[in-house]
């Protein structure tokens, strides 16, 4: 169990590799996922997976230049973790996630960047700080339930800071659904939601973040997920269509 091997994943690879999240390759998830890859790949974005001896995936970490980072934060010549997944119990007892975490600090590094920073929270869709915190992260920022850490490599460097998106979602009247293909859960949660709320009678309005600029603007701190009603964030990670259904029976008389 303690074998493992972390890959770089990049177009040539991705679609034997896979995603991580999802494992059905011919889903609509999966395909939308690998082409924002491959266009984010360009501009810095790396994918590494840890695979097992049998090939089975094991843990991943996403990072990116912090300027085009797909979240609304402002860290300049920061490396950004997107995202960071280590699910079972054998993959968190050999550390997994330090040592993922510590190839993204050598890349970043290696790049001459200033530091590293990602974002945590308690609640779902996104690593708690413990991990970072256990490898010498600082909070940079806090707002609302999510958490800003950063670990930097001169100190001299400025800090980072979260762009606030709580100051946006008062311009959104009526039903909106924001979202991205940097996840590849998306594209089957918005189909589903645009169906449900059909089923309901109301007026979502569908937009698909198309560039990480549009992303650090988004009206919720997961940025590439966000659903709102009058000025209000109700959802700011993927939600079920029967989640969905129970916040319209609340609402919807």
Not at 31 to 53: S, T
Not at 73 to 98: D, H, M, P, T, W
Not at 113 to 142: L, P, R, T
Not at 166 to 183: M, S, T
């Amino acid at each position: 169990m303690n074998s493992h091997q972390i890959t770089d994943i990049n177009p040539s690879n991705i679609d034997e590799s896979g995603t991580y999240c999802v494992k059905d390759k011919k889903s609509p998830g999966f395909k939308a996922k690998a082409k924002w890859f491959n266009d984010e790949y360009q501009k810095g974005l790396r994918l590494k997976i840890a695979f097992d001896g049998n090939g089975k995936q094991m843990g991943f970490i996403e990072f990116t230049n912090a300027e085009v980072a797909w979240r609304p934060v402002n860290a300049e010549n920061y490396i950004f973790i997107q995202c960071i997944g280590v699910f079972s119990k054998e993959s968190r007892g050999i550390n997994l996630g330090s040592t993922l975490i510590k190839a993204c600090e050598d890349y970043a590094a290696e790049n001459n960047k200033s530091g590293v920073c990602v974002m945590c929270s308690n609640g779902v869709w996104m690593a708690d700080k413990s991990i970072f915190e256990k490898n010498n992260y600082q909070q940079a920022d806090k707002l609302g339930r999510f958490e800003l850490m950063y670990k930097r490599f001169d100190n001299s460097s400025p800090v980072p800071v979260f762009i606030n998106w709580e100051e946006r979602q008062k311009n959104y009247a009526g039903w909106h659904l924001i979202y991205a293909d940097q996840c590849p859960w998306h594209e089957k949660a918005a189909a589903e939601l645009k169906t449900t709320a059909e089923k309901y009678g109301i007026e979502l309005n569908i937009r698909k973040i198309t560039n990480a600029k549009e992303a650090q603007q988004a009206p919720s701190g997961f940025a590439t997920f966000s659903l709102l009603y009058n000025g209000k964030l109700l959802e700011d990670h993927y939600i079920s269509k029967t989640r969905f259904e129970n916040i319209l029976k609340k609402i919807v008389k």
